[in-house]
C-alpha cells in the first residue's frame, strides 16, 4: 500500500450544541481505494460525510485533499460527490437528461453530452437505449445504476455513498455490491462508502473503519478485522460468533468464567502476557467448532447438549447449552451437517488456533 494519501482528516471534531458526534477523527485514506465507514445508527457516520463533502461546518480540525486544506471550501467548489440513499432523480426526466445533468450545469455543448452519458451507461452496463427511457420506467437497480452514472457525471476525484443500497430489497443489494466493487476497479476512483452492514462493507472495501459513538475503533482489512478485531464491540458487530471471558492461570494457560474451558500451556503465541491477573475475551468463529465423535479430540473441548438448529441455505446453524448454561453457536456447511437432532448430548472442539484473544473481559 504505497498509494499517496488523497483525503487526510486531522482532529475532525463536531459537535452539535452540548452533543459530540465526533472526537476528534483523524484518517488517512488513500488514492483509489474503497474505504468503508461501519457503524451502528446513530454512531456519526453521516456526520463525518456531510463533513467531507461540504453539507456541514467542522467544530475543530482539518480536513485536505491531496495536501490542500478544504474544509472552508464551499461544497460546489469541491472535487467530490455523494450518492445519496435516495436516489435525488428528476422522475419526469430521461436517464439521459438526468446522467447528463452536472454537465449541462458546466456548460458542455449537447453533443459532447449525450457522448459522455452513453460512456456512462455502458460502464454501468446500462442498455444505450436506456437513454430516451423516463426514470419512472426504471426498476429499483437501473434507478440505482442511474444514479451512479450521473455521480460520475461529474467526475469527481473522491465519490462518497452514504448507505446507497439499504433501500433495496436483498438479492438486488448482492448485484449492486458486486457491481460497485466492479465500477471501483474500472474507474480507479477512491470511493468512501458508509454502511452498517459489515458484511456489505467485506464484500467491497479495500479497508474498513468500525465507528462507534463518535470514534474509530479499529481501522483495518476485512480479513484482519474478521480474525482479529480488537475489541467485543467490533466482533459482535460481525453477527455470530462465541466470545468467552477467561482469564489466565499460572502455569500460562486459560480458564474459562463460567464454563467448563481450560487450557494448559498455550501452543500459540498471543502476543499477549497471559499471566494470572490476565483477563480476557477469547473469540472463536461458529465455523471453527466441531462436533467431535467418541475417541477423536481437540485442544478445547465442550460438553453439551443440541437446543436448536437452523438451515442457513449452504449453511446450518446450531445452538449447543453446555453444562453451566453458557450458549454456544456452530456453524456447519451442509455435507457436514451433524446427524442427531435436539436433546442431543453433544461433544464439541475446537483449536486453539482457531481463537483470537481480545485484550480486556
Ligand atoms: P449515523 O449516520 O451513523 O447513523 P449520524 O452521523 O447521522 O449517525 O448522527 C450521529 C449523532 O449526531 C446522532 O446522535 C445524531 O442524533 C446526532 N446528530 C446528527 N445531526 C444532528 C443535528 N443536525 N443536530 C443535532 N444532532 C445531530
Ligand atoms: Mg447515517
Known amino acids: 500500500m504505497a498509494a499517496p494519501i488523497i483525503l487526510r482528516l486531522k482532529g475532525v471534531k463536531k459537535k452539535f450544541g452540548d452533543f459530540t458526534a465526533l472526537h476528534g477523527i483523524d484518517l488517512e485514506i488513500e488514492e483509489g481505494e474503497f474505504f468503508t465507514i461501519v457503524g451502528p445508527s446513530g454512531s456519526g457516520k453521516s456526520t463525518i460525510i456531510r463533513l467531507l463533502v461540504g453539507m456541514d461546518d467542522l467544530t475543530e480540525g482539518e480536513i485536505s485533499l491531496r495536501g490542500n486544506r478544504i474544509d472552508q471550501v464551499p461544497a460546489n467548489l469541491r472535487p467530490t460527490c455523494?450518492?445519496?440513499?435516495?436516489?435525488?432523480?428528476?422522475?419526469?426526466?430521461?436517464?439521459?437528461?438526468?446522467?447528463?445533468?452536472?454537465?449541462?450545469?458546466?456548460?458542455?455543448?449537447?453533443?459532447?453530452?449525450?457522448?459522455?452519458?452513453?460512456?456512462?451507461?455502458?460502464?454501468?452496463?446500462?442498455?444505450?437505449?436506456?437513454?430516451?427511457?423516463?426514470?419512472?420506467?426504471?426498476?429499483?437497480?437501473?434507478?440505482?445504476?442511474?444514479?451512479?452514472?450521473?455521480?460520475?457525471?461529474?467526475?469527481?476525484?473522491?465519490?462518497?455513498?452514504?448507505?446507497?443500497?439499504?433501500?433495496?430489497?436483498?438479492?438486488?443489494?448482492?448485484?449492486?455490491?458486486?457491481?460497485?466493487?466492479?465500477?471501483?476497479?474500472?474507474?480507479?476512483?477512491?470511493?468512501?462508502?458508509?454502511?452498517?452492514?459489515?458484511?456489505?462493507?467485506?464484500?467491497?472495501?479495500?479497508?474498513?473503519?468500525?465507528?462507534?459513538?463518535?470514534?474509530?475503533?479499529?481501522?483495518?482489512?476485512?480479513d484482519e478485522i474478521y480474525a482479529r478485531p480488537v475489541s467485543r464491540?467490533?466482533?459482535?458487530?460481525?453477527?455470530?460468533?462465541?466470545l468467552f471471558d477467561v482469564h489466565g492461570t499460572p502455569n500460562g494457560g486459560l480458564v474459562g468464567k463460567g464454563i467448563e474451558l481450560h487450557v494448559n500451556g498455550v501452543a500459540r503465541d498471543y502476543g499477549l502476557d497471559l499471566g494470572p491477573e490476565a483477563r480476557f475475551t477469547m473469540m472463536v468463529r461458529p465455523e471453527s467448532l466441531r462436533f467431535l465423535p467418541a475417541g477423536e479430540t481437540a485442544d478445547i473441548i465442550l460438553q453439551g447438549v443440541l437446543t436448536a438448529q437452523y438451515a442457513l441455505g449452504s449453511r446450518i446453524q446450531y445452538n449447543v447449552e453446555t453444562a453451566s448454561g453458557v450458549q454456544i453457536t456452530v456453524e456447519k456447511l451442509r455435507e457436514d451437517a451433524f446427524g442427531g437432532g435436539i436433546g442431543d448430548a453433544v461433544v464439541l472442539g475446537f483449536d486453539i488456533d482457531s481463537t483470537h484473544l481480545i485484550g480486556g473481559e
Do not use: W
Request: proline residues 4%; glycine residues 6%; contains cysteine.
Open 233 to 242: 464491540f467490533v466482533a459482535e458487530f460481525m453477527g455470530e460468533v462465541n
Open 82 to 222: 455523494m450518492v445519496f440513499q435516495s436516489l435525488a432523480l428528476f422522475p419526469h426526466r430521461s436517464v439521459g437528461e438526468n446522467i447528463e445533468f452536472p454537465l449541462k450545469i458546466r456548460g458542455v455543448a449537447p453533443a459532447q453530452r449525450k457522448e459522455r452519458a452513453i460512456e456512462l451507461l455502458d460502464l454501468l452496463r446500462l442498455p444505450r437505449e436506456f437513454y430516451g427511457k423516463r426514470i419512472q420506467q426504471c426498476s429499483g437497480g437501473e434507478k440505482q445504476r442511474v444514479a451512479l452514472a450521473r455521480a460520475l457525471a461529474f467526475d469527481p476525484e473522491i465519490l462518497f455513498f452514504d448507505e446507497p443500497l439499504s433501500a433495496l430489497d436483498y438479492r438486488l443489494r448482492k448485484t449492486l455490491e458486486k457491481e460497485l466493487k466492479d465500477l471501483h476497479e474500472r474507474t480507479g476512483k477512491t470511493f468512501v462508502y458508509i454502511t452498517h452492514s459489515l458484511e456489505e462493507a467485506m464484500v467491497m472495501s479495500d479497508r474498513i473503519a468500525i465507528m462507534r459513538a463518535g470514534r474509530f475503533e479499529q481501522i483495518a482489512t476485512a
